[in-house]
């Protein structure tokens, strides 16, 4: 299966750490598993037309190369010595193709984050930086040398692992798996550190961009809450308002019209977000954007059983599609593309997302359409709305406090068997279909039998 579907969920540093511990244990039997390990790691995020890096270097290891005061008030760390920082891994990071050539090294970000230990101890902290490197004469971003010797230059027994994490025209994303194949840079037997040869394996622009399309769509068919959201505001899309409640069926035109603007509002909405985010004009935590989600959810689920914002469906499609879109937009930002690249990179991933999102309306919406023809509907309606309303707290209450819960695990358990439950629902709107068709044709002969 492609790396891009394989990998779309970003892994965690301690997840990443520990693959990278096992091969360290293996080559560097002397390092203590009780004391965090004598290694950085440069994560390599590789464009057409750049290549950012992604340094963590633990600020114990960093002391002893640069001086103490980086183990002082390492919370506030940037803020003391930023600029200092800063100029030291710009003397301590190059890149080229041939040395007469060297790329533009730009530091983007720097700051400091607590990390766990990989056995035991306490945590520590860790520089994080990030690095932007860009060839000045279009050479090769697939083919370079990567020039780095932080910490190592002075810490002999210092080791950097570099690891190519994403590779946008292979279609390899988040590559931090347990066979992955980590690069080393250290003092070499010579007591010289060489640069370190990266050479992959050849890509094309259309690769990257339709393994893109392929992560669209596997992207929206995990999300089983941003499905959820649409099925349940579409519950209610085929009928009549009459006074408080729902009535009956309007018909195929206005059932139709209904589905294509829901749909449509949701798309624009969640669209105009993917960009924003994917462009990183704005960044806001994931975590209240998910609890908003299925806050989402709840509300398009209580509006099928109550009609809370009759006509006003397509507004509340765009309006949370917006949201929606910002959870879509993480898994761009953390391909760090740029530029052309990312126009591809957001065109691509949203035409998965709207081909996917066609294709469950398409196998769903029949019939329900054929089934609010029928008196049986009011029933599946609720029902449905029900469940989503469950699906929504126990999502909620996991996202607020981090902690998994019955209802959260079975809604993964039913995503599972969604063809089963699609088979269901089938059966379910033929069956309502012709027992509805039957009694009023039984009626019919009744009321002719008495004329």
Not at 232 to 258: D, Q, T
Not at 344 to 371: A, C, D, H, T
Request: hydrophobic share 50%.
């Amino acid at each position: 299966m492609n790396l891009f579907i394989k990998n779309a969920r970003r892994l965690t540093g301690a997840r990443a750490f520990s693959y990278l511990f096992a091969l360290m244990m293996a080559i560097a039997p002397f390092i203590s598993s009780a004391h965090q390990a004598l290694y950085s790691v440069a994560y390599l995020d590789v464009n057409p037309k750049s290549v950012s890096v992604e340094l963590h270097i633990p600020l114990s290891e960093l002391a002893l190369a640069y001086g103490n005061q980086v183990n002082q008030d390492q919370e506030h760390l940037i803020s003391r010595m930023g600029p200092q920082l800063k100029e030291y891994i710009l003397a301590h990071t190059h890149a080229f193709t041939t040395r007469d050539f060297p790329w533009l090294v730009n530091v983007r970000d720097l700051h400091v984050i607590q990390e766990e230990q990989l056995a035991s101890g306490p945590p520590f902290f860790e520089l994080r930086a990030q690095l932007q490197l860009s060839p000045q004469h279009r050479e090769d971003t697939r083919h370079f040398f990567f020039d780095y010797d932080g910490v190592v230059h002075q810490v002999v027994n210092h080791i950097v692992f570099v690891v190519v994490r994403n590779d946008w025209e292979t279609g390899r994303a988040d590559s931090l798996t347990a066979d992955s194949n980590p690069m080393t840079i250290r003092t070499g037997n010579d007591n010289l550190i060489h640069p370190l040869e990266i050479k992959l394996e050849n890509g094309s622009t259309w690769t990257g961009f339709k393994n893109m399309l392929v992560l669209g769509m596997h992207h929206i068919k995990e999300g089983t809450d941003h499905l959820l959201f649409l099925v349940a505001l579409l519950l209610p899309a085929m009928l009549l308002k009459r006074k408080n409640s729902w009535g009956g069926y309007g018909g195929i035109r206005y059932s139709l019209k209904n589905i294509l603007k829901i749909v449509t509002a949701f798309t624009i909405g969640h669209s105009i977000t993917l960009l924003i985010g994917a462009m990183n004009w704005i960044n806001l935590p994931s975590q209240p954007i998910e609890v908003i989600i299925a806050v989402s959810i709840l509300i398009s689920a209580v509006h099928a059983i109550y009609p809370i914002f009759p006509r006003k469906e397509i507004l509340i499609a765009g309006g949370f599609g917006l949201i929606h879109g910002l959870a879509f937009s993480s898994i761009l930002a953390n391909l760090h593309v740029g530029g052309s690249t990312l126009l591809l990179s957001v065109l691509g991933f949203n035409i998965g997302i709207e081909l996917m999102q066609l294709i469950v309306v398409m196998l769903i919406m029949p019939w329900l359409v054929l089934l609010s023809q029928t008196p049986f509907y009011k029933y599946i309606r609720i029902g449905g709305a029900v469940l989503a309303s469950v699906a929504a707290l126990g999502w909620i209450v996991e996202r607020v406090s981090g902690e998994s819960n019955i209802i959260a695990q079975s809604i993964i358990r039913l995503s599972g068997i969604s063809i089963w439950l699609l088979t269901g629902l089938v059966l379910i709107a033929f069956l309502g279909y012709f027992i509805s068709i039957k009694t009023r044709t039984e009626k019919f002969k009744k009321v002719l039998g008495q004329m």
